[in-house]
């Protein structure tokens, strides 16, 4: 995924691309795979969605209504979609395969699109990621020049037109179906599901919808192969992944590593360990939407299953790291602060909830709190949680308070008890 | 059916519901905010959380929402489980958290959905101790309150604002606990339904502004089943009244008619009755003043000393009504009071429903139809409710599709999503562009003549028998073989037409397109001019120009004319030379107007709120209102004026006149049947007017007198004017007011119906007095194309929804709506007469007589070589539909409407 990643950040050409094995993967599905075939091969790839969520890619693909299904004859078009709408806290890892390897990210939709039939493509791209955009523009109209988009591509039946489409902003754009209705032009909030949007996505018709970096796993295992990129996973999971690590360590940053490598490796090694006078004192295994784990979870592997048995979840990949003299309730209270904002006042618990969380956290930090006031938060965070909600924000929200409220309850009750002096945020 | 298990009882329950709609129907208590039986599911408030187990073993369960999870055969489910009611508590807490705690100074409270909900889950103790965010409130116009503090963020208002009754002005702004539900900028909400965001809102963000000017709680009025008399399709209203006025009227719930929704002129048309214009005292002309007696002695003497006396009826008063009219006059001397053109419509349209043998559909019903052709109505502004049925119905192939691919029918946005690949055919054919053209997947523009014809060709396109217009143009003919093919595949084609067009040919013509499909059970409705033209229509009688032939002719010397302005029937100078030769004038009406100024005898009577009556909706239902409150003397009703003059007659009640007038007339026969009579008791009682908690009796008249004086007694009804008895288990045609334990607000009305949006327990009121039977011929009768002839328009009167129909225009808040009065015309007629928008133009007679001036409105979609003009405004009395008229453009100072008039 990364081999084409330059030290000078500039962005590979299709050129380039084509040097590094790119657009074989196309060559390969187009004329090689009926589009059954592909989604077969990507399924039997193990390929799991990096957005967080971790569903099967190639399952994904095959819940679309093709031909030969029956209700497929009334509805002939479908959509093809790839998020890139990435705002979580802490998460920058799409952003680097966009600003430096559109084509990767053009090619896996392409293949994508044809696996399911689509002739239609969006980039749904975070309205902040403007260089991303232009490199991506340049990108698609290199690859139309190239005959890679369009009518006939390959010489093949298949037709294809990717648009680029730049959010006007929304951390809810994220959620697959808020981002269906925002591409519409409506507000963004999520819809119910059932229906899925392999069944009735944007504008009703059958829709994919992928992450970025999903999407760029997905030439590369037409390219190579199944067996190759299952010999890539340490772990239960297939494939590589992009790791990232952010807070008080010596080099934060971003790394592809197999999927299941130990947490210790990416914070100790390639993130070069904490910073001198700092200790590690917790971290947020996949991002701003995950539970803390504790220094003792280091040696837990980095893939979906293991940090989900180790108490969290391995969401975006990207490790937010607390130091010991960050306090964990601010840290929290940030966080808080960022998802209510954020919440798109479509249902209670998360509308009214997370504004009332921050108030809560709020009160604590500035010594108003009350002992009460932790028992509320510990119930916010249960009526917020999973099901309750209409989708994954709260819950998601809520995970780094509810565990910060288990591993770091007396930083909570020392503002309460107003002995907040000797660990004032650096 | 399916058989699931809720907290441990067993029920077998509709398939393919939601939970909540289901648990609901079985009469059980769950609280909810966004869902609503006519909007089906939201999911956002997450109010109605239950606990649904996996299986017989699952002691644990997990939360779902009751309004998003379907029934499913062998579901295991608790609604009083300890964990989904403390979910429940808490989610209104969360609700709470920026809800003003105000509920003793808040219009809402007592019928406060929220309040209801609140005490259902036995939320008490507040926890939240920061700050309520506040809003700016916007001005919305004459009908409607805004108090954004108030908000809950249901998403109700927009999705019925929005999705159900299309329009768009009003918005949802703002994220998070910042959401903001209002206009982009202060104004009047523009959609015609905008009122039923007061029963729509949960609490009181939306609330009535002409109630507001006149407040009670809702247990402090007094309430009585009534039928609405502003237009003909008979939405069943409940009006209140307090201290003798009328303060307000909520939507009745009807499952057949108009569901959970009222139009605005229906809801906000009330104030009338309240009018300075209302007529309290009787007059003789020529006295200072007149009791009762002496005006029953006045009316007895003249009518002795009548040779020959006219009854003018009125298809805006009760069968009951006209017929006492009709046997005080005789038969020979019973005139409809409908001008010539709309006298032969209402017949053409009687006759049709009797023996055409085509179903005329319920408004339920044409929310049922899968195909639907508009011929030459504008139907938001000729019969409002009816725009949101149809509206409805063009859903129905996104319903169908989403049938196909398992989404549920009450996943409402899931299905609105499918609409645009699945659009329901519906054609609208009309004089120019109407509010329903959003949902029409073609539109067409003619004169009445064209959309007649273009009737006719449709109806020949399905059955050659029909007659074939000759010298169609060919986009004609393809429009025609288009909506023909649709109206045939279809399942249940509905045509839409009625009397706006002033056309017997359009109605002939709708006619024959319904009959031309015989194997699909086509649905033939009407839209007719008022609340009982149908009624009037089946009693028949004469036209009013023929009361003028009698009356020239000598064959009558005197009149009596019941509630109608007949200067809105006939031009000025007829009704003028009418009533002068006259030798005696009895009006009998409750508002001033042109005609009542010319009685001899004017008799105060009582409206649709003070009086009992039975009316006849353009389906063919009969219903019956009853008196809200009692009318103070010397007001009486129109009835009882007439049968006080009558000596010798067999009556003494209203009901003898209901039972009287089905005798009299065998399509009339089943009317007594449409409600209880006055012998009606329950458990010995009579049904109460007024809630248990009905406050002040004692003390509300203290101030004239501090003894209580007795309760009025209702010997024509079988209600009292009282709290005294019981509204439990009375039949729906009776039943005064929507309450039950614990539900305050009209959302209780799901302990009233059979299944949550279904019918009402005991049936829904009213007799159905027409059922398809017979055939009626082709009508051959085609118009020739209309063809503009240089320097002469033809008049087109356009009803609107504000301004149009005579009663409520009389209402400050409706007259405050009423559109400036203006002419249409096609931008090529306005560059002929180099005029351009808002310029006016002097409009005359062929003769070069000056009518009036007018301000022009250039309109595109109107055919050229027409003028429309608005219906029913008393500032265009001399202008009628078919009338034609030269145009100049006018001297810019010389545009005072009224003193131009000719």
Redesign the interface.
Known sequence: MSQNIRPDRDFTTLKDYRRTGGYQGIRKALTELRPKQVQQLVKDAGLRGRGGAGFSTGLKWSLVPMEDDSAADIRQTRYFLANADEMEPGAFKDRLLLEQDPHQLIEGIIIGAYAIQANIAYIFMRGEYRLAAKRVAHALQEARDHSYLGEHILDTDFNLEIYLHTSAGRYICGEETALLNALQGRRSIPRAKPPFAVVSGLWGRPTVANNVETLCNVPHILHYGVDWYHSLGLGADQGTKLFGVSGRVKHPGLWELPMGTPIREIIEEHAGGMQDGYRLRGFLPGGASTDFLLPEHLDVLMDYDAVAKAGSRMGTGTIIVLDDQTCPVQMVLNLEEFFAQESCGWCTPCRDGLPWTVTLLKDIVAGRGRMEDLYTLAGLTRMLGPGHTFCALAPGAMEPLQSALKFFREDFERYIIGNSATREPA | MARIEIDGELHTVQDGNNLLSTCLSLGLDLPYFCWHPALG???????C?ILQYRDADDQQG???MAC?TPVQDGMRIALTAQQARQ?RR??IE??M??HPHYCPVCEEGGECHLQDMTLLTGHTMR????QKRTHDNQYLGPFINHEMNRC??C?RCVRFYNDYAGSDDLQ?F??????YFGRFEDGALQSEFSGNLVEVCPTGVFTDKTFSAHYARKWDLQTAPSVCVHCSLGCNVAPGERYGELRRIVNRYHGEVNGYLLCDRGRFGYDFVNSPKRIRKLHIAGQASCSVTMATDKFHTMLQAADGVIGIASPRASLEANFALRALVGEDNFFLGLDDSEHTLLNAIHEVMRDGGIHSPSLQEIEQADAILILGEDVTHSAPRMALSLRQAARNAAFA?AS????QPW?D??VR?????APTPVFIASICSTRLDDIATNTWHGGPEDLARLGFAIAHNLNDAAPLPAALNEDQQALAANIARALRQAQRPLIVSGTSCSSLAVIQAAYNIARALPESAPQLAFTLPECNSLGMAIMGGKPLQQAFAAMNQGLADSVVILENDIYRRASTQQVDAFLETARHVVVIDSLQNNTTEKAALLLATATFAESEGTLVNNEGRAQRYFPVYPVTDPVRASWQWLLSVMTDSPWAHHDDLTSACAGAFPELATIVAAAPGADYTVEGCKIPRQPQRYSGRTAMHANIAVSEPGQPSDQETPFTFSMEGTTAKVPPAVLPVIWAPGWDSNQAINKFQEETGGSLRAGDPGIRLFEASGTQSWFNDIPPAFQAQPGVWKVIMLPHIFGSEELSLQSPAIAERCPAVCALLHPLDAETLAISDCDTVAIRDPSGTLIMNMPIRIEKTLPPGLLGLATGRPELQPLQSGMLVCLHKSDPLATDVSEERS
Do not use: P, W
């Open positions: 599911s939201a999911g956002a408030c997450r109010q959380a997990h939360l779902v998003m979910f808490d989610n969360l609700l958290t920026n926890r939240f101790r920061g809950i963020a998403y949802v703002g994220i998070h606990n910042n959401v599709l196909k691919l398992h989404i996943q946005a899931a999503e499918l609409r645009k690949q």
